[in-house]
């Protein structure tokens, strides 16, 4: 489960835009708190603003980079907040963190959802990352020129993006997917492309009268949570909040240009998917290696290093040992080492045998009961959340109901404990 937002579209109001947009990810932070990332273009000459981080959106919008979006009053916005699946990339090493993006950073995608097939596209398909979504990208990349579509359309570009999208929809049967593709086609153009299946929620609202724009978001619950956490927002947009749940089993373009800076009837286009399953038989053939060839000396405004390495940010998150946390808000490793080495000092300091009757009173409790609380907290939004996308079976939510009931007794035998004194 992870969280997705954007729009796109000149914004006839930037301030609301901007702040419409921090609140969109300041809430997505409910669907994922383990990573946050931004991919966004600049209207007047086309710059490309690019970042992700393992922190909290919550932390994201703290920051410099999020400042520099409010400069950069972007034209078009992908925003992503991630929880981690376990075994499909640790958000503590950043190139498993969303958007990914193409060689030249002039293709972005955010995805929510797990690719059972990944394990065997990555046969074909090269990845950077460990995580199944990138494979998304790199099969568009690949198949938007391949094949032979005949659209009644009279763009070449739908055309491509179609090409691209259609081997995704003809390899991904299992898996989950709410998807998002956004593309600088040159300085003045810009496309959005989004589509899901039934495993994955997507919404829309069109703001185009009030904006000029068009946003989506994960799930209601998202855009009404937004609104309501700012008195001005909750103004303007409370009698205009007639959301659209994106169909599933469709793909939605929506393009703008120099002419048409907010999205027209003539380009939009809504494309129906045959999902029917492919009885010929899957053959990796030849690996396709990721391109990288760069295509245009667009302006790439970012903290991070050709290898999606944090160069200035919150957390600088590579190379780490195994424990460190998600969401980690040391400036370094070496501040997190000193921070490790004085806790275990402590700990090992405070026992029975070392301490007296009046030194060791109060000093972890806290702690640990806040730890336990921020727990509980996440794993109620997350069943909050699931129950939403219907994405848990029976099985696997019983499973964890009794995980809960287990750790409930176990709680209720530690309060027992002082009845015993």
Known sequence: MCGLAGYIGVSKNKKISYDLSTALFDHLEARGMDAAGVWGTEPKDGSIIYHKEPIKSSKFIKTETWESVKKLNPDLLLLHARYTSPGIGHARYNKNNHPFVNADKTVAMIHNGIIQEAYYLKEKYEIKSDTDSEVLLRMFEHDKNQSEINFEVNSSHVKRIMDGIKGIWSLITEGAMAVAFGERINE???????????????????????????????????????????????????????????PIYQVWYLKIDKDNPHVSDDNFFKFQVETSPSTKKWEAGEKVEISSEKKSDVSIITNLDENDNVIKGICETDNLPDDIPLGCSFKSYSGYQKIRDEYDEIKNYISVENCGDDDWWGL????????????????????????????????QYQEIINSLEQTETDLAGTLRIFESY
Request: hydrophobic share 40%; aromatic share 8%.
């Open 188 to 246: 003045h153009e810009r496309s959005l492309t989004l589509f899901r299946n039934k495993q994955r929620p997507l919404w829309l609202i069109d703001l185009r009268e009030s904006l000029g724009q068009v946003f989506f978001f994960s799930e209601p619950e998202i855009w009404y949570r937004a609104i309501a956490s700012h008195s001005h927002l909750k103004a303007e947009f409370d009698n205009n909040s007639e959301l659209v749940e994106m």
């Open 364 to 395: 972890n409790h806290e702690d640990i009961c806040n730890r336990i609380l921020d727990l509980i907290g996440n794993i109620n939004i997350m069943l909050i959340n699931s129950q939403t996308e219907k994405s848990l079976s029976p099985s």
